[in-house]
């Protein structure tokens, strides 16, 4: 099978020395305190859009313990591509078919009372016990119990037959945000709640926070386990920086297809928002908003061609995108990357997505399913 110009390329290797250099820096920093955390290795939205499956097994043998998904029907397909390690999966319940949490030995959080009655049930209709991880809302507002009302809130969702509790973690809002007052603030109420739980006799085995940013930005949120997502793809979330040694995972490559040379004055593309000031020489390339890629780039980001930055421009079509290589000699087939390195210059995802206004997470969940993930 021919592959498309425009492709994928997923460095597992580089995935599992990112999740080696993880573990070695919660370990080397946890030295003289006591135990490392352990780590939830996050592979939702089809692992960042690098492809879960694969990604999943490739944590797995680098010694990952435990993954985690966004719903039910995620951590099947986990399953079934053969990963045999611990699945929490995070989404709410309400909405998936429960029976997948027993056929597929899924580990389910409960973060509303119906989630906890529906799953208590299930259990005892299955005869089955099931393990699971309890989520606080501590200021992110959307699942969880409530911090503040939980002697209201969890007495029956404790008494619930065949449900046993596991873990307790709550999610932080601005993690990445160091000059909001929230991080603080849902840390100490945080706190308060694993006081308050083992006032009520509630102790779990395992007590969990920290995503990427937070596990960078303070300690004392690690736990027992962290749950890097961003940082096991090889990009340190925006504005945080850290030592620990990662390296990016995808390398988004396609292929000059056609070029040609324009006349001052003569535009470029949709809109005709680019108008060359002076002759220029334009590259076509196969890759477009189909293909996940931003509308925003034309005119704002760059593409590497025989090692050197050339500029996006005109507009991102559905199919094709345009770049002003004036200057260099290029032909039908030079490679082009758009997210990567070549030769000695390089594209980060975080550079691009701060160049048009957003953020790593929401560039690379995007690429789409035209995309050939190739694994190496």
Not at 137 to 164: I, Q, V, Y
Request: proline letters at 5%; glycine letters at 10%; a neutral charge.
């Amino acid at each position: 099978m021919s592959l498309r110009s425009t492709h994928a390329d997923v460095n597992l290797t580089a995935l599992q020395a990112n999740y080696r250099a993880i573990t070695s820096f919660l370990t080397s920093e946890r030295s003289a305190a006591g135990t490392a955390p352990g780590v939830i290795a996050v592979v939702k939205a089809n692992a960042y859009g690098h492809g879960a499956e694969r990604v999943g097994l490739a944590l797995q043998e680098a010694g990952a313990a435990v993954l985690a998904c966004a719903d039910i029907e995620e951590a099947v397909a986990l399953r079934k591509a053969g990963v045999t390690i611990q699945v929490l999966v995070f989404g709410a319940l309400s909405v998936s078919d429960l029976g997948g949490v027993f056929e597929y030995d899924l580990t389910p959080t409960i973060s509303t009372p119906a989630a906890g009655r529906a799953m208590a049930a299930e259990a005892v209709s299955r005869l089955r016990p099931v393990l699971y991880h309890l989520k606080i809302d501590t200021g992110m507002n959307r699942l969880g119990f409530r911090h503040d009302n939980l002697r209201r809130t969890l007495p029956g969702l404790l008494s619930s037959p065949r449900l046993e509790l596991d873990a307790v973690y709550t999610h932080f809002a601005t993690a990445d945000d160091l000059d909001h007052p929230l991080f603080d603030e849902q840390r100490r109420r945080f706190d308060q709640v694993l006081a308050e739980l083992e006032s009520m006799g509630v102790r779990p085995r395992i007590v969990h926070a920290a995503n990427s940013a937070a596990l960078l930005r303070d300690s004392r949120v690690w736990y027992d386990m962290v749950r890097p997502g961003l940082l096991l793809y090889g990009v340190v979330p925006a504005p945080l920086a850290t030592t620990v040694t990662l390296e990016p995972v995808m390398t988004i490559r396609s292929r000059i297809v056609a070029a040609k040379g324009i006349r001052r004055g003569e535009s470029v593309g949709y809109g005709a928002r680019f108008v060359a000031d002076e002759p220029r020489t334009i590259a076509v390339v196969p890759a477009g908003y189909a293909d996940g890629l931003d509308l925003r780039l034309a005119g704002r980001a760059a593409a590497l061609v025989g090692g050197r930055r050339v500029p996006i421009v005109g507009s991102v079509c559905m199919d094709m995108m345009t770049l002003d290589v004036t200057g260099l000699a290029v032909n039908p087939g030079d490679e082009v990357v758009i997210i990567g390195g070549q030769g000695a210059a390089s594209i980060t995802v975080r550079e691009v997505a701060s160049a048009i206004g957003t953020i790593p997470y929401e560039l690379l969940c995007r690429i789409g399913s035209r995309i050939e993930r190739v694994y190496e």
